[in-house]
């Protein structure tokens, strides 16, 4: 059974930083998109970033400049590096694998979350 579990969320200052992780058990952790998504109070879950098996990565238009997702295998762990946080990224973020994660009806498994507060 494939589990995600993520961490590193708190609570941070506007113009701060956080690292969030998510520690993947199971098999082929390497032949797998896995991305994150965040999902904001009264709001739709969103795409965030995602990296594929090969390395590419892909950001939100929101994010660019600011987050960097990497990943290493040899860890089965994901990381997003999030940087000048701003009030906006306050959201429940989860971590997404699967063969692709762009879109929410691809993605095979999900994490259960952690949360981001970013205060003003």
């Known amino acids: 059974q494939v589990q995600l579990v993520e961490s590193g969320g708190g609570l941070v200052q506007a113009g701060g930083s956080l690292r969030l992780s998510c520690a993947a058990s199971?098999?082929?952790?390497?032949?797998?998109?896995v991305g994150w998504y965040r999902q904001a109070p009264e709001k739709p879950r969103e795409l965030v970033a995602y990296?594929?098996?090969?390395?590419?990565?892909n950001y939100a238009d929101s994010v660019k400049g600011r987050f960097t997702i990497s990943r290493d295998n040899t860890k089965n762990t994901v990381y997003l590096q999030m940087n000048s946080l701003k009030p906006e990224d306050t959201a429940v973020y989860y971590c997404?694998?699967?063969?692709?994660?762009?879109?929410?009806?691809?993605?095979?498994?999900w994490g259960k979350g952690t949360l981001v507060t970013v205060s003003s």
């Open positions: 997404a694998r699967g063969p692709w994660v762009d879109t929410i009806e691809a993605v095979h498994f």
């Open positions: 199971g098999s082929i952790f390497n032949v797998n998109a």
């Open positions: 990296i594929t098996s090969g390395g590419s990565t």
